[in-house]
């Protein structure tokens, strides 16, 4: 599938380009969801410390994997019109720009981040733990974003099984170094909350050595000419920076809001915030199928249209949802029949089994919005049109937190109400990518 001509737009065909993409996130984010159950045995304070501490730190590299789509898309726009040798000078330069980022937020998160937390939050003993997390976090920046660089490149070019060796290194190096600096073993200290964050850092340091040596052995560095580019060539960003800029900060603007999400369930109490944090890790792992299928969209849709073949544009996005909102409904299934056994994973204390159910309940239905809202909203983000998904994500964000405040602080609502408007934001997201979609615009945008 690589090259000028050759994207097909079957089911066939969009399933292996997405399936390396959906195992490798699977990968990823049993991590979190081990991190989740690793922590939650160290009790609430803990388990809602990692959400906090968590979410903030995502909001940040949310910046670099932003902009990691966006190369995405320029690299597939590239790789449709089979001009190869300009995917080596896009990747370069991001990762040029991915180094830079890397300090500026590690400089960040040491002098500003705890002053940050502390004016949103009421409960003194998650800020503490909530800041001992980010203190070691911090490190995992520039080996985290050189690996989204590498993961860019790859689902650029339709060539996306690598990732799956990649992403199942990572999670089976940070499953075992939770394992043995969270609780202790043998030579190993028990870190707690500083343990979980130490074990991610070390496993995407071995993961990017690992796609570092992969695309120096091969074919791949001299048809693509990458790392040829010595130093940055400031015109060489313009593409990249229209394009990829607006994913940026749309990604950001996205964890930001659910980061606030966040700090307004702390305000219902401790176990709201732990229940909401368990059923985030869940939902996380719920939502992999889409996001793989996302990703796809991205990539082929601007494949398609760097082949002249726009028409085929919209049909390709509806193939997508089928195959994203069916398997969302299958999946959620899980939620509804064996929320006890899901809890279980993460915690034995009562009180958040009688917190976490409803909550499951609430996102099965969010998944579904969830799988209809980011497909269509991937598609017009591979037209190039990022502006117009960067808007679209404002108006969304702002509907967002302008209910979930209203019903949490005003309306002193539970955490399952609140949680609702999870299905509102995605709808909303879906219905207005779609409704720009169809006038046609982004066909005649070039990049």
Same mark, same amino acid.
């Given at each position: 599938? !690589?090259?000028?001509?050759?994207? $097909?737009?079957? +089911?066939? !065909?969009?399933?292996?380009?997405?399936?390396?993409?959906?195992?490798?996130?699977?990968?990823?984010?049993?991590?979190?969801?081990?991190?989740?159950?690793?922590?939650?045995?160290?009790?609430?304070?803990?388990?809602?410390?990692?959400?906090?501490?968590?979410?903030?730190?995502?909001?940040?590299?949310?910046?670099?994997?932003?902009?990691?789509?966006?190369? !995405?898309?320029?690299?597939?726009?590239?790789?449709?019109?089979? #001009?190869?040798?300009?995917?080596?000078?896009?990747?370069? $330069?991001?990762?040029?720009?991915?180094?830079?980022?890397?300090?500026? &937020?590690?400089?960040?998160?040491?002098?500003?981040?705890?002053?940050?937390?502390?004016? *949103?939050?009421?409960?003194?003993?998650?800020? $503490?733990?909530?800041?001992?997390?980010?203190?070691?976090?911090?490190? %995992? *920046?520039?080996?985290?974003?050189?690996?989204?660089?590498?993961?860019?490149?790859?689902?650029?070019?339709?060539?996306?099984?690598?990732?799956?060796?990649?992403?199942?290194?990572?999670?089976?190096?940070?499953?075992?170094?939770?394992?043995?600096?969270?609780?202790?073993?043998?030579?190993?200290?028990?870190?707690?909350?500083?343990?979980?964050?130490?074990?991610?850092?070390?496993?995407?340091?071995?993961?990017?050595?690992?796609?570092?040596?992969?695309?120096?052995?091969? #074919?791949?560095?001299?048809? +693509?000419?990458?790392?040829?580019?010595?130093?940055?060539?400031?015109?060489?960003?313009?593409?990249?920076?229209?394009?990829?800029?607006?994913?940026? *900060?749309?990604?950001?603007?996205?964890?930001?809001?659910?980061?606030?999400?966040?700090?307004?369930?702390?305000?219902?109490?401790?176990?709201?915030?732990?229940?909401?944090?368990?059923?985030?890790?869940?939902?996380?792992?719920?939502?992999?199928?889409?996001?793989?299928?996302?990703?796809?969209?991205?990539?082929?849709?601007?494949?398609?249209?760097?082949?002249?073949?726009?028409?085929?544009?919209?049909?390709?996005?509806?193939?997508?949802?089928?195959? %994203?909102?069916?398997?969302?409904?299958?999946?959620?299934?899980?939620?509804?029949?064996?929320?006890?056994?899901?809890?279980?994973?993460?915690?034995?204390?009562?009180?958040?089994?009688?917190?976490?159910?409803?909550?499951?309940?609430?996102?099965?239905?969010?998944?579904?919005?969830?799988?209809?809202?980011?497909?269509?909203?991937? %598609?017009?983000?591979?037209?190039? #049109?990022?502006?117009?998904? &960067?808007?679209?994500?404002?108006?969304?964000?702002?509907?967002?937190?302008?209910?979930?405040?209203?019903?949490?602080?005003?309306?002193?609502?539970?955490?399952?109400?609140?949680?609702?408007?999870?299905?509102?934001?995605?709808?909303?997201?879906?219905?207005?990518?779609?409704?720009?979609?169809?006038?046609? #615009?982004?066909?005649?945008? $070039?990049?």
């Amino acid at each position: 599938m !690589q090259g000028s001509g050759n994207t $097909h737009t079957t +089911y066939k !065909q969009i399933w292996q380009v997405s399936y390396p993409i959906i195992i490798g996130l699977m990968a990823q984010n049993l991590m979190v969801v081990i991190d989740t159950a690793f922590l939650g045995r160290l009790g609430e304070v803990t388990l809602g410390a990692s959400a906090i501490g968590g979410i903030f730190y995502l909001c940040l590299v949310m910046l670099g994997a932003g902009f990691a789509v966006g190369v !995405q898309i320029l690299i597939g726009r590239r790789n449709g019109e089979g #001009k190869l040798q300009q995917i080596g000078s896009i990747f370069d $330069h991001a990762n040029f720009f991915m180094i830079a980022l890397a300090l500026i &937020l590690f400089m960040f998160m040491t002098y500003l981040a705890p002053a940050v937390l502390s004016l *949103f939050m009421q409960s003194e003993a998650v800020l $503490h733990e909530s800041i001992v997390f980010l203190s070691y976090r911090r490190f %995992g *920046f520039l080996f985290g974003f050189l690996v989204l660089s590498f993961n860019a490149f790859y689902i650029g070019i339709t060539r996306t099984r690598i990732l799956i060796a990649s992403t199942v290194i990572m999670a089976v190096i940070n499953i075992v170094l939770d394992y043995l600096l969270i609780f202790g073993y043998g030579i190993f200290p028990a870190l707690g909350i500083a343990g979980a964050a130490i074990a991610t850092n070390i496993s995407e340091l071995l993961t990017f050595s690992f796609l570092l040596v992969w695309v120096s052995a091969g #074919k791949t560095l001299k048809t +693509y000419s990458l790392f040829s580019v010595r130093r940055p060539n400031w015109l060489a960003y313009k593409p990249i920076f229209k394009v990829a800029v607006p994913v940026m *900060f749309q990604y950001f603007l996205s964890f930001s809001a659910w980061f606030v999400f966040f700090m307004i369930i702390e305000q219902i109490g401790e176990t709201a915030l732990a229940a909401s944090n368990i059923t985030r890790s869940f939902y996380m792992l719920m939502m992999i199928p889409v996001w793989g299928l996302s990703s796809t969209t991205n990539t082929l849709v601007s494949n398609l249209i760097g082949q002249g073949r726009t028409d085929e544009v919209i049909p390709l996005i509806r193939k997508i949802l089928v195959m %994203g909102v069916g398997a969302t409904i299958v999946i959620a299934q899980v939620n509804i029949f064996f929320p006890d056994e899901i809890i279980s994973f993460f915690t034995n204390e009562p009180q958040l089994y009688e917190a976490t159910r409803p909550l499951l309940r609430v996102v099965s239905l969010a998944l579904v919005a969830f799988s209809f809202g980011m497909i269509i909203f991937s %598609g017009l983000s591979g037209t190039g #049109k990022t502006q117009v998904a &960067l808007f679209i994500e404002i108006l969304s964000i702002i509907f967002y937190l302008l209910v979930a405040f209203i019903l949490a602080v005003l309306f002193k609502g539970s955490a399952p109400v609140v949680w609702f408007v999870e299905v509102v934001y995605f709808s909303i997201l879906g219905i207005a990518s779609y409704a720009y979609l169809k006038t046609g #615009k982004w066909k005649v945008y $070039h990049i």
